[in-house]
C-alpha cells in the first residue's frame, strides 16, 4: 500500500512540476534552508534594534514650574543641557516642550525658537534673529492669527510652567506705608521738638523799664 502511495507521488510531481522526484525535494529543501537564514537575519537585527528604542524611549520627568523669570534665565532652558527641561515661550507664556525635543532640541528643525519667546518668529514663520523676540508690534492681522493658532496648539499640547518676566515692570519699594510712618514718626522722637516762636513777642531786655522808672525819681 505504502509504495503504491510513493509511485503514484512521484508519478504526480512528474505530471505536475516536470521535475523528478529528487530534484522536485531537493528544490523544497534549499527553500526551507534559505527561509531559515533569511528569519533568522531579521530576527537577530529586531531583537538588537528593540534595547535601543527602549532606552530612547525613557519616560520624561513631569514638568516643573519656574515661575516669572527674565528672558536671559529662559535662555538656559534652549537643551543644551541635557538635565534641564526644554522650554519655549510664546506671547510671555513659557511652556514645556521637552516631549517635543526632535524638533525644538539641538539639531531639530525648530532648534532656534528653544529658550526664547519666539512670538513674532512663529507669526512671521520666520528664521530671522532679528524676529526672534516676544515682541509682536507692527503685525498684520493675517500673522496675528497665524500666532493665535500656534499658541492654541501650544496651550493644548504642552504644560505651561511660568512667564517670561517684563522688561518694561516698574520696580517698586517693598516697604509698606506702615512701615515708613513708623520711620517717619522715630525721625522726629530723634530730632526732638521743635521751638515755635512766639507770635506778636519780642524778647527784649527788662533793662529799659527800669531807666524809665530811675527817670521818674529824679
Request: hydrophobic share 35%.
Amino acid at each position: 500500500m505504502a509504495l503504491e502511495l510513493w509511485e503514484t507521488l512521484k508519478l504526480s510531481i512528474t505530471a505536475y512540476t516536470g521535475l523528478s522526484p529528487a530534484t522536485f525535494f531537493t528544490v523544497i529543501a534549499i527553500s526551507l534552508a534559505l527561509y531559515h537564514i533569511v528569519s533568522g537575519f531579521f530576527g537577530s537585527s529586531s531583537q538588537h534594534q528593540r534595547p535601543r528604542s527602549m532606552e530612547e524611549m525613557e519616560p520624561l520627568p513631569p514638568p516643573v514650574q519656574v515661575g516669572e523669570i527674565t528672558e536671559d534665565e529662559l535662555k538656559q532652558y534652549d537643551g543644551t543641557d541635557p538635565k534641564k527641561p526644554l522650554l519655549m515661550a510664546i506671547k510671555s507664556q513659557i511652556y514645556d516642550v521637552s516631549q517635543s525635543r526632535m524638533f525644538y532640541g539641538p539639531g531639530g528643525p525648530y532648534a532656534l525658537f528653544a529658550g526664547k519667546d519666539a512670538s513674532r518668529a512663529l507669526a512671521k514663520m520666520s528664521f530671522e534673529d532679528k524676529d526672534l523676540t516676544g515682541d509682536i508690534s507692527g503685525l498684520g492681522p493675517f500673522e496675528l492669527e497665524a500666532l493665535q493658532d500656534w499658541e492654541f496648539k501650544f496651550m493644548s499640547k504642552y504644560v505651561k510652567v511660568g512667564t517670561v518676566k517684563s522688561k518694561d515692570a516698574p520696580t517698586t519699594d517693598e516697604s509698606s506705608p506702615i512701615e515708613t510712618t513708623d520711620r517717619e514718626a522715630a525721625n522726629k522722637v530723634e530730632d526732638g521738638p521743635t521751638e515755635k516762636p512766639h507770635d506778636g513777642l519780642s524778647e527784649k531786655p527788662v533793662e529799659t523799664s527800669v531807666t524809665d522808672a530811675e527817670k521818674k525819681d529824679e
